[in-house]
Nanobody, 118 residues
Framework: QVQLVESGGGLVQAGGSLRLSCAASGSIFSSIVMGWYRQAPGKQRELVARITSGGITDTDSVKGRFTISRDNAKNTVYLQMDRLKPADTAVYYC?????????????WGQGTLVTVSS
């Protein structure tokens, strides 16, 4: 069984910064894809950024402000969020495609709330 544990959400003023972390634990052979999605009130969940061995994909609204990185040895992905805007307010979910010794699984974290005040 694989689990994702997120940390780092909270309340911040517009223009401020937060750093989210997501650690995968369990029977892990490798983390194929790790990334972050977010869901604002009344809106659909959307991709924020994801990282694979082939590169990074991020949504246009966060380009130049958010930076995704990962530590493969720790099976951990980070999201550094700078110059935050009220529009970034959402629940942020960690997502990963994990290779276990037997199969591949998609796993979601429990979500962490980011609130940006104006």
């Amino acid at each position: 069984q694989v689990q994702l544990v997120e940390s780092g959400g909270g309340l911040v003023q517009a223009g401020g910064s937060l750093r989210l972390s997501c650690a995968a634990s369990g029977s892990i052979f490798s983390s194929i894809v790790m990334g972050w999605y977010r869901q604002a009130p009344g809106k659909q969940r959307e991709l924020v950024a994801r990282i694979t061995s082939g590169g990074i994909t991020d949504t246009d609204s966060v380009k130049g402000r958010f930076t995704i990185s990962r530590d493969n040895a720790k099976n951990t992905v980070y999201l550094q969020m700078d110059r935050l805007k009220p529009a970034d307010t959402a629940v942020y979910y960690c997502n990963a495609f994990i290779a276990t010794p037997l199969t591949r699984v998609e796993v979601w974290g429990q979500g962490t709330l980011v609130t940006v005040s104006s």
